[in-house]
């Protein structure tokens, strides 16, 4: 497992995505992290985008370049990383609608995931915005699955989000600050 | 940040290896982590190799082609993910040494993240397997951590993992049992 040659110390930064969609929400999160992590407060990462690659160019003794490869299904969530000694986990969302989240959004694999870190005590949660009315939400999976095994809709209303969910508030520093929402939810240290 | 045309569903597997180094240990944690999951002990995953994507070619609708990309360093560990309600945290690593275990195999990236993790309350080991021997051993990373801090060799000795570390037997499934070795260490439950 030494890594390959052809490395790029100097850009860790991961290409994500196709047209804009979701580059604002990942970019303020990942900067949350980042600030997380400064001051010491939780370790939480973006995953990076699975893929499958099928052909390497070794082009000399410090260069490997991947000349073929594809983007694969992501069988768990984008971001997860440790709080207080406690596992955490969510995926995060963008959507242009200004009345649902569409359940299209999130893979059937990634539910059965977001089910399994539940029931294992995960902290585990969406984050899901809504760039054309600036709002922006956490949504504990305990009331997504509630949502989604109690309904036939194939999305979740807005007013779904504003009942059981939690707003994040725009804040300079840090950009998306989930975890103060975390903090102010007692219940979920009842479980131990 | 919704997934985009040209996914493989059906093959969702890393290339992971330049040459045959560290493919043996990392196809055996894939199937114990697996099998942790499969009887519902742990979810626990190795995260995808770090890419930085260059160059797309969206060659139709349906299939988007990678064509230029390079492996990046990464920043945390290969593996993580959630066992009795706590964040796991591991580097697998083999070497083919019969005596001692080179530090140039963890990046400094690395070791600060094992640092971190270790801070807040993590479950966080290496596993480092001695391929011309056929031993495993999980070594917790505050012995790690004990062993760079108080020595200026640029590798860890055997004897060192045969003091401080333990030996994970060789099993048929799973394969590698490291949380038969944490679920013995009850110094890790004090902490709360």
Known sequence: MN???GIKKENTKQFINYGNRGMNLERDLNTTNQYYRDIDKAYIYKKPTPIKIVNVDYQSRNLA???EAYFVEPSTTDYNGIYKGKYIDFEAKETKSKTSFSLDNIHPHQITHLRNIYNHQGIVFLIVRFTNLDLTYLLMVKDFIDFIDNNK?????LDYFKKKGYLIKNKLQPRVDYLEIIDSMEVLYEKE
């Open 153 to 157: 809709r194939k999305s979740i209303p």
């Open 3 to 5: 890594y390959p040659n």
């Open 65 to 67: 370049v991947i000349k």
